[in-house]
């Protein structure tokens, strides 16, 4: 699952959420969040995803605190 405004939701619902996003105009920023365990893949795959979609302003949201 991925979480879109912190609500777990399927690839295809994200996927139409995503594709209905990138309609809007302005378009809104995407900010991905990701806990250190999540694979690489999944978030580039997302990345992917929203690229396709149409989306053009994709952004990672960090917290310092969680560093090693």
Do not use: C, W, Y
């Not at 978030?43 to 929203?50: E, I, N, P």
């Amino acid at each position: 699952h991925r979480v879109l405004t912190q609500i777990p939701i399927d690839n295809a619902t994200m996927l139409e959420r995503l594709q209905q996003a990138a309609q809007r105009s302005p378009q809104p920023d995407v900010h991905l969040r990701a806990e250190r365990t999540t694979p690489f893949e999944a978030v580039a795959k997302l990345m992917s995803d929203a690229t396709n979609a149409g989306l053009k302003r994709i952004g990672f949201i960090t917290d310092p605190r969680e560093a090693p």
